[in-house]
T-cell receptor
Framework: AQSVTQPDIHITVSEGASLELRCNYSYGATPYLFWYVQSPGQGLQLLLKYFSGDTLVQGIKGFEAEFKRSQSSFNLRKPSVHWSDAAEYFCAVAPYSSYKLIFGSGTRLLVRP | EAGVTQFPSHSVIEKGQTVTLRCDPISGHDNLYWYRRVMGKEIKFLLHFVKESKQDESGMPNNRFLAERTGGTYSTLKVQPAELEDSGVYFC?????????????FGSGTQLSVL
């Protein structure tokens, strides 16, 4: 069965520090991969997506993610975290090029001043 | 351009009662999706409308849940009767087309608490 695993429920980083959020997926073929962010009181906002091509994708707000087929991973990174990045982050897979998304359980990011 | 709007933002009801959630998609978006997140777990797909037709309702948990999209505009999701395990956040999303080439827009969700 297709699944997405985000092994870290909570992560705390200091403002200005680098960030990596982990995401592993289980799927037979190369899926469509997404990272969404949810800030308090807001809907989910797309940070970036990977369909094919260059395995390093750039997103909004200075985020990037790297697709590694050998590790079935799609980790999200940011070189320097800002206090406004505190939110919950969701990795998702779209197995069939439709928006019947399969989400991970989310990682809540806390940012220390 | 207005985003995806969901009403109410919060609802607290007792077990056995009925609750109706509403979603207004972005104007012109034929595709409308319902998802829910129960008890801090993963967000799960419930169903997908294309205009007024149910394209895929494979994620609907049981027959206590009824989704409609009369006229292909706004959608409602009714839970009748509500059970404790229905508590969670219900998200609506919409897109112009049905493929992942289109951008998907999410509402801010309805927090449902069943006591």
């Amino acid at each position: 069965a297709q699944s997405v695993t985000q092994p870290d429920i909570h992560i705390t980083v200091s403002e200005g520090a680098s960030l990596e959020l982990r995401c592993n997926y289980s799927y037979g073929a190369t899926p469509y991969l997404f990272w969404y962010v949810q800030s308090p009181g807001q809907g989910l906002q797309l940070l970036l997506k990977y369909f094919s091509g260059d395995t390093l994708v750039q997103g909004i707000k200075g985020f990037e993610a790297e697709f590694k087929r050998s590790q079935s991973s799609f980790n999200l990174r940011k070189p320097s975290v800002h206090w406004s990045d505190a939110a919950e982050y969701f990795c998702a897979v779209a197995p069939y090029s439709s928006y019947k998304l399969i989400f991970g359980s989310g990682t809540r990011l806390l940012v220390r001043p | 351009e207005a985003g995806v709007t969901q009403f109410p933002s919060h609802s607290v009801i007792e077990k056995g009662q009925t609750v109706t959630l509403r979603c207004d998609p972005i104007s012109g978006h034929d595709n409308l999706y319902w998802y829910r997140r129960v008890m801090g777990k993963e967000i799960k797909f419930l169903l997908h409308f294309v205009k007024e037709s149910k394209q895929d309702e494979s994620g609907m948990p049981n027959n206590r849940f009824l989704a409609e999209r009369t006229g292909g505009t706004y959608s409602t999701l009714k839970v009748q009767p509500a059970e404790l395990e229905d508590s969670g956040v219900y998200f609506c999303a919409s897109s112009r087309g049905g493929s992942t080439n289109e951008k998907l827009f999410f509402g801010s969700g309805t927090q449902l608490s069943v006591l």
